[in-house]
């Protein structure tokens, strides 16, 4: 099935900091999220990508589409400690049809303080 | 505007007993699919659901898993017998149906914390 590769694992960086991760797939998709959750919670989305090459921000985050299809990465600048949570990414076939996403295994961030 | 509404948040079942999880779409949102995410990992699609249809359910068990939307009330996840490995967190979001160049946006609940004794 299809997977999605999302790196890092892990990050623990100091409020204030910049924080960029990525998410790969041997597949194309034509469509790419990016969801945060928090722990408890569900996943809420924080930016969609429709075309290849697109780049979209949200306030302080900032998510690109490759031009392959078949990665995406975020950006979020001068975080705070309320950025912390895990940040999953997430690919679908089909843009404008009802279709099931693929996650990535997720980015916990830390921030400290 | 209520969001995706999942009850109960938690759930406790012994081995072998049933686990129902229950699932109402936001309002005007016609399409429903749940997930499941165990510790640690990213979500796994199980099913997507219309009105008293099933489209696609290549991500459900074959035993013991089924799902439900009818065309009144919430649409139902439903575990039969269940076993430890059937712990996880369960998640349901909806989505409207497309009109036009809407984007289709998944929208989630707060999930069911299944936990299997």
């Known amino acids: 099935g299809q997977q999605l590769n999302q790196s890092p694992q892990s990050m623990f960086i100091q409020e204030g900091e910049d924080v960029s991760m990525n998410c790969t797939s041997s597949?194309?998709?034509?469509?790419w999220l990016w969801y945060k959750q928090d722990p408890g919670e569900g996943p809420v989305l924080l930016i969609a990508l429709y075309k290849a090459g697109e780049l979209t921000s949200n306030g302080r985050l900032t998510a690109q589409f490759g031009i392959t299809r078949k990665d995406s990465f975020l950006n979020i600048s001068a975080s705070i400690p309320s950025d912390v949570g895990i940040y999953f990414c997430a690919g679908q076939l089909i843009p404008q049809g009802n279709t099931p996403l693929v996650f990535g295994k997720g980015t916990r961030l830390s921030v400290i303080a | 505007n209520a969001g995706v509404m999942q009850n109960p948040r938690h759930l406790v079942r012994r081995r072998g007993q049933e686990a129902r999880l229950r699932c109402s779409p936001m309002?005007?949102?016609?399409?429903v699919y749940w997930y499941r995410q165990l510790p640690e990992e990213g979500l796994k699609f199980m099913v997507y659901?219309?009105?008293?249809?099933?489209?696609?359910e290549s991500g459900m068990p074959k035993e013991r898993f089924s799902a439900e939307f009818p065309k009144e009330g919430p649409s139902i996840l439903r575990i039969q017998q269940v076993v430890r490995g059937d712990s996880a967190a369960y998640f349901c979001?909806?989505?409207?149906?497309?009109?036009?160049?809407?984007?289709?946006?998944?929208?989630f609940g707060a999930g069911t914390r299944l936990s299997v004794l």
């Open positions: 597949s194309i998709f034509n469509t």
């Open positions: 979001a909806s989505s409207p149906l497309r009109q036009g160049l809407a984007k289709n946006i998944q929208y």
């Open positions: 309002k005007g949102h016609s399409h």
């Open positions: 659901l219309q009105k008293e249809n099933i489209i696609d």
